[in-house]
């Protein structure tokens, strides 16, 4: 089983749609980092948290300590908003190091 | 500044030549990282640097790999000899501390190797 795991892999909505990609994690962890995919490969970081709630323009990231969940939402979502998003998570336990889901797809139409 | 500079920026090389990969990080920055991505296994960290000094290579996939930072502006990246298997998105991403800051990515190099 991986370490971190995100759901969905794939999700395909219409412009305007609120979105949610779930991440959920099973080792101890200082931080936690979603980051953006665009098309033609660049990464970008969106949020590193390791608590509570953040929020930037119309993304929002949340996490969840106790329950070792963390949830990315995008309101009013738009076809620039198409990507591949990406958690990690730094971990505590030995050699702490950045270790990444899968990824979520994410295809908006307009 | 003009971000993290990666060269080059496509690479096809033939199964047993020799790979270097270049990174320039952001200026100031104390942490570089090494990251890999197929897609098989996604990302993947292979080793990163703390003020130019190896810090965790536990991740560079076997002897065939090196990575090396002689100043704090220039690291590269070499394997040698290239495989098939070698083929991926390598990226190349700075920090200004490792684990309670943004990295910041590189475009990343493409490298096929036939």
């Known amino acids: 089983k991986n370490e971190v795991e995100q759901s969905p892999q794939n999700l395909t909505a219409q412009e305007g749609e609120f979105i949610t990609i779930n991440c959920s994690y099973s080792v101890g962890i200082s931080a936690l980092h979603w980051l953006q995919q665009h098309p033609g490969g660049g990464i970008v970081s969106l949020f590193m948290?390791?608590?509570g709630k953040k929020k930037h323009g119309r993304l929002i990231a949340t996490i969840n300590i106790q329950e070792k969940h963390s949830s990315l939402h995008i309101t009013a979502s738009h076809p620039r908003d198409s990507a591949v998003y990406i958690c990690a998570v730094t971990i505590i336990q030995g050699a702490q190091k950045l270790v990444f889901g899968q990824g979520t797809r994410l295809t908006i139409n307009p | 500044d003009a971000g993290v500079i990666q060269s080059p920026r496509h690479e096809v090389t033939e199964m047993g030549q020799e790979v270097t990969l270049r990174c320039k990080p952001i200026?100031?920055?104390?942490?570089l990282f090494w990251y890999r991505q197929t897609m098989m296994r996604g990302l993947e960290l292979l080793i990163y640097?703390?003020?130019?000094?190896?810090?965790?290579d536990s991740g560079m996939p076997e002897d065939r790999f090196s990575a090396k930072m002689p100043n704090a502006s220039f690291s590269t990246l070499k394997i040698q000899p290239s495989e098939p298997r070698d083929s991926a998105v390598y990226f190349c991403a700075s920090s200004l501390q490792v684990w309670g800051a943004e990295q910041y990515f590189g475009p990343g190099t493409r490298l096929t190797v036939t």
């Open positions: 948290l390791s608590s």
């Open positions: 640097f703390n003020n130019n000094v190896p810090i965790d």
């Open positions: 200026s100031g920055h104390d942490y």
